[in-house]
């Protein structure tokens, strides 16, 4: 089992940033591929961002690339979800998920341990 937090999340003006955490416990995290995903109210969830379990590789949705950057630091079992020029279509709830099998997947079925989410609302 890998219990995962997620916090950071918040309200704010179109333009501005937030930094999302997550972190881990339970089972090794340095071994698992991390990832992010978001899910607006009514609509599927959907990737954001994923990182390799050494960090040396990220691989990004579309609609997120250039803005968002994904982190990770093995000493203290977090992994972080930087959001820069946030605009409305970001508003979501943020979730972090992991899967050992060393692969960047971009489908959440691939990911077996979730946290609970974290709300993010962007206003114009």
């Known amino acids: 089992q890998l219990q995962l937090v997620e916090s950071g999340g918040g309200t704010v003006r179109s333009g501005a940033s937030l930094k999302l955490s997550c972190v881990g416990s339970?089972?090794?995290?340095?071994?698992?591929?991390m990832a992010w995903f978001r899910q607006a109210s009514g609509q599927e969830r959907e990737f954001v961002a994923a990182?390799?379990?050494?960090?040396?590789?990220?691989r990004y949705a579309d609609s997120v690339k250039g803005r968002f950057t994904i982190s990770r630091e093995n000493v203290k079992n977090t992994v972080y979800l930087q959001m820069d020029s946030l605009q409305p279509e970001d508003s979501a709830v943020y979730y972090c998920?992991?899967?050992?099998?060393?692969?960047?997947?971009?489908?959440?079925?691939?990911?077996?341990?979730w946290g609970q989410g974290t709300q993010v609302t962007v206003s114009s």
């Open positions: 339970g089972r090794s995290f340095s071994n698992s591929v």
């Open positions: 990182i390799s379990w050494g960090g040396s590789q990220q």
């Open positions: 998920s992991s899967n050992n099998f060393g692969i960047l997947y971009t489908t959440d079925r691939q990911y077996d341990f």
